[in-house]
């Protein structure tokens, strides 16, 4: 009897082609599958119990009503860093190994989330619309300080943060960061001063977040922490945006307490149109696009098929997310 090539069922709502995706995995003997958001219901009886492999897009829900109906898969890859909308869980008690891309884009993120802190910290936003609107007066934009004397603040020290810390270094900034799962060395390798979270609240002039969005990040930055940070300071977050509080963030950018933030994420994404944020002039909010380059998305998708590939034929995955594998 002849053997079935194994089955890729990518989940999809973002990339308009997969040709990519199809020449590296026919060159493995795979079939490819696609299914976007509004053909899901229809797909799910033709594909879920075959497919040996499943990749599930940024925002693409793939919770346990779905992991329950994967019979003969293997790996469920995520082609990013973020894995929140995966039940990693069910997954788990399915035998089903999940993995992200943890390091495809640090490059660009770190380039983004400093791109964003000289945008605020320099008015760039605020004098832009001030010409455009006829006005040409370079000190009606007030307050600006000398970007060497700020003290930034990391609140966590990963890869992106290490590689933000990295690429300030020379700019004569003082560097804090928190983070309890990292070790005193590392932190000494950068030239960053380990603080804790109180103390990184209450000295940073600029803020830049680098955590993931769990039970214990969620809502973390609420009114009262982001309130002990100096008077003018400003918030950067290119991580996950229920880290901050969005109202607290948006009644203290109004009580003229923060000077502002560089927002590429938010708690819901796309916002709403009238959503409040949107329509202050001290928030800058890019559509969660600090991974974008032309390099870093065929490294993406290249890394993701290899991801399958690999989980598919049994192979041990250095970026499988921890399981606690369930008895049933």
Request: proline residues 5%; hydrophobic residues 40%.
């Amino acid at each position: 009897m002849k053997k079935r090539r194994p089955i890729v069922w990518i989940l999809d709502d973002e990339w308009s082609s997969h040709q990519l995706e199809k020449d590296f995995y026919q060159q493995h003997g795979f079939e490819v599958k696609i299914t976007k958001s509004d053909t899901l219901e229809k797909d799910i009886p033709q594909y879920a119990p075959y497919a040996d492999g499943v990749v599930v897009q940024v925002g693409f829900p793939c919770r346990e009503d779905l992991i329950d109906q994967l019979q003969a898969c293997k790996v469920i890859a995520v082609p990013g860093v973020g894995y929140n909308h995966v039940d990693v869980e069910a997954a788990a008690r399915k035998g089903i190994t999940v993995a992200n891309v943890p390091d495809y884009c640090v490059e660009e993120v770190s380039d983004h989330t400093i791109a964003l802190m000289f945008a605020l910290t320099r008015q760039l936003s605020s004098y832009h619309h001030k010409v455009r609107d006829g006005k040409w007066d370079p000190l009606d934009t007030q307050p600006i300080h000398r970007f060497s004397e700020k003290t930034i603040g990391l609140l966590g020290f990963g890869r992106i943060a290490r590689m933000v810390a990295a690429k300030l270094k020379p700019f004569g900034v003082r560097l804090l960061a928190h983070d309890e799962y990292v070790f005193d060395e590392i932190f000494d390798m950068y030239g960053v001063t380990p603080v804790s979270l109180t103390e990184l609240m209450q000295l940073s002039n600029v803020l830049s977040l680098h955590v993931p969005l769990n039970e214990e990040t969620n809502n973390l930055l609420n009114y009262e922490r982001l309130k002990l940070m100096p008077k003018g300071s400003f918030i950067i977050n290119t991580c996950r945006g229920g880290v901050v509080n969005e109202e607290a963030l948006q009644k203290l950018i109004q009580e003229g307490h923060l000077a502002g933030a560089g927002l590429d994420v938010l708690e819901k994404e796309p916002p709403e149109r009238d959503h409040p944020l949107l329509k202050m002039d001290e928030v800058i909010i890019t559509p969660h696009a600090s991974y974008v380059s032309e390099e870093s998305l065929v490294e993406l998708r290249e890394r993701t098929c290899q991801v399958i590939v690999e989980g598919i034929q049994g192979k041990a995955l250095n970026s499988a997310l921890k399981q606690e594998k369930v008895n049933m």
